[in-house]
């Protein structure tokens, strides 16, 4: 069975071979960490890393455009990032349209080079696609993480625009009609390339509750979704959807808007909430924490936690994905935990 035909089947709820697992290492790790021993665990563990191919000499980690320290990036919609570390994700400092005054004759981006983000090459794109299809792997394509809400925060700043939809302004529903038209054509650029999977990645809570109540989701966000994820489901694609923070009182919004993968934190939304919200009914791609036991457990409490939400969430029949995002302050043997046990439990269903 190869890693297209596992995945899907994990979605499906038709019985894959194995839960799949996947460890993602922040550029960021790579002048963190010793780079060799960094390197051994990689190796180590094939089954995580199966195509890897150790580098003899020095890794060179390239950073995106807007997580390169004191190299503040402009982005395609006027926004300017900052970070003060290399390789982790800055912040919008300077937003375009804190004033509404600049709101005529403003110039969206082109989804004809652009993701919004980042400069795009859709013949790149489409190479890509094409070579992963050859090897068996499965074509997930994805909107920029912070699509919708968060571009209307880095746009307007984060009060201006929760301001703006207690205020009922105006121009608010304007200005989502752009940045949705500017998302769908996107969409539409990644449909004619056939993926499996598309994503909508967005970062909807905070540590406590979502970062805007769930009214003024449903009422100025949740459409836009809707209409967005509506372009994916037309186009034969399952619809995943990406969210850090709690995201309880959104998660039902969240289904209904199209969602058949949900990809969000564990211990910030508690295990057991997850399993019985979505366990058996909605596919669940955990983001295993980064806050609190791996980079202060001990190996046997990372061990555990991985098992416990195997045993929750999972099934025979699939219904479970995990991902874990490596980034500097988690002690090595803490990483090497993390990766044992993901090695361990992907099988305990098979």
């Known amino acids: 069975m190869n890693e297209r035909e596992n995945i899907l ?11 799949p697992m996947r460890f993602h290492v922040n550029a960021a790790c790579w002048h963190a960490y010793e780079q060799e ?18 580098p003899a000499g020095a890794v060179t980690p390239a950073y995106d455009l807007n997580a390169r320290a ?7 919609w006027g926004c300017v990032w900052e970070t003060t570390e290399d390789g982790i994700t800055g912040a919008v400092h300077r937003h375009p349209l804190e004033n509404w005054g600049a709101f005529d004759g403003y110039e969206v981006p082109d989804p004809a080079v652009t993701d919004g983000t980042f400069p795009v090459d859709w013949e790149a794109v489409a190479e890509r696609v094409r070579q992963t299809r050859a090897d068996g792997g499965i074509v997930w394509g994805s909107l920029p993480h912070g699509h919708t809400f968060l571009r209307l925060q880095d746009l307007r700043g984060y009060e201006n625009l929760l301001f ?30 056939k993926p499996d999977i598309f994503s909508y990645p967005e970062d909807l809570g905070m540590q406590v ?4 109540a769930p009214d003024q989701f449903r009422t100025y966000i949740k459409p836009s979704y809707q209409r967005l994820m509506r372009l994916a489901h037309n186009g034969g694609c399952v619809v995943e959807m990406h969210s850090d923070g709690d995201i309880r009182t959104l998660a039902g919004d969240l289904v209904d808007s199209g969602v058949q993968v949900i990809n969000l934190q564990d211990l910030v939304n508690g295990v057991d909430w997850i399993a019985q919200t979505f366990a058996g009914k909605v596919c669940v791609h955990l983001d295993l924490d980064r806050q609190r036991v791996t980079p202060f457990g001990a190996p046997g409490e990372i061990d555990a936690l991985i098992r416990e939400e195997v045993e929750k969430i999972g099934s025979p029949q699939g219904g479970l994905m995990m991902i874990y995002g490596l980034y500097p302050g988690v002690p090595i043997r803490n990483v090497k935990a993390v990766m044992d046990a993901m090695e361990r439990y992907m099988g305990h269903y098979s």
Not at 39 to 53: G, M, T, V
Not at 70 to 76: L, M
Not at 168 to 188: C, H, K, Q
Not at 209 to 212: A, E, H, K, V
């Open 209 to 212: 509750g979502p970062m805007l």
């Open 37 to 54: 021993a960094l390197k051994d665990l990689i190796e180590n563990h094939p089954r995580l890393f199966p195509h890897y191919q150790r």
């Open 164 to 193: 703006d939809m207690f205020d009922e302004e105006p121009n608010v529903r304007r200005l989502i009609d752009l940045v949705e038209a500017f998302n769908g054509r996107y969409v539409m650029r990644w449909m004619e390339l």
């Open 9 to 19: 089947r994990a979605i499906r709820f038709e019985k894959p071979e194995t839960i």
């Open 70 to 76: 004191d190299q503040p990036y402009t982005d395609p």
